[in-house]
């Protein structure tokens, strides 16, 4: 699902994991070089990882894969996966937002999508934006009163979180998720499965969180 290999995981208990991070050559983020918080927080037990299909796109000081990119075989969907903390990053000659808006333009190239619409006889549902970073806004309208189920799951199908369960009348209803589980913590990043059932009628889309 995500291109890539786990080798190990970071030991921080003697010097830390990682010092700073550079962009590899022939990927999009070549050229780009980040600090990052070492031997605090973020840098406890960074994993390793390496391409399983995907392309290394950062690795650490000491030549460790820690960001990993993957276009799905046949570039039907497109994920980043991180070892390593986005907000523990430092600016330097480079900067977060620019990264950040290098992760968008990768992630949404495919099919320029920033909203999700979901469209069925008796519902319209809008999630966005999507990618998702810190919240997306989900918004959803019935023609009909009806009973309507909105659950996130990961891709192995377990349940993440309920966003909508009951019965809603005709007219639109609007909500805002905060990218977390039903129990309030925050989802890590990777790709996520909305399913939207309405009077036994499903349908299944992607939802993409970046961290």
């Not at 990119?69 to 996966?81: A, K, L, P, V």
């Not at 019935?142 to 192995?156: D, K, S």
Request: with cysteine.
């Amino acid at each position: 699902m995500f291109g890539c290999t786990f080798v190990e995981h970071g030991n921080p208990s003697a010097t830390g994991n990682v010092i700073s991070v550079a962009g590899q050559d022939g990927s999009f983020a070549a050229g780009l070089d980040y600090g990052y918080l070492y031997q605090q927080g973020p840098d406890n037990s960074v994993d390793v990882i390496e391409g399983n299909g995907g392309t290394l796109l950062f690795k650490s000081q000491e030549g460790n894969g820690r960001v990993i990119y993957y276009s799905g075989g046949s570039d039907i969907y497109r994920t980043i996966h991180s070892t390593i903390i986005f907000g523990a990053l430092k600016n330097g000659v480079n900067t977060k937002d620019e990264l950040m808006d290098s992760y968008m333009d990768y992630l949404t190239e495919l099919t320029g999508i920033e909203e999700y619409v979901v469209e069925q006889s008796d519902l319209s549902l809008s999630i966005f934006p999507n990618p998702v970073i810190r919240s997306a806004n989900v918004s959803f309208s019935l023609i009909r009163p009806g009973r309507v189920a909105i659950r996130l799951y990961n891709t192995a199908g377990q349940l993440m979180r309920e966003i909508a369960d009951g019965e809603y009348g005709a007219g639109v209803h609007e909500f805002v998720w905060y990218a977390d589980n039903d129990k309030g913590r925050e989802l890590s990043s990777g790709t996520y499965i909305l399913s939207v059932e309405v009077d036994n009628k499903v349908t299944r889309r992607t939802v993409v969180l970046i961290r």
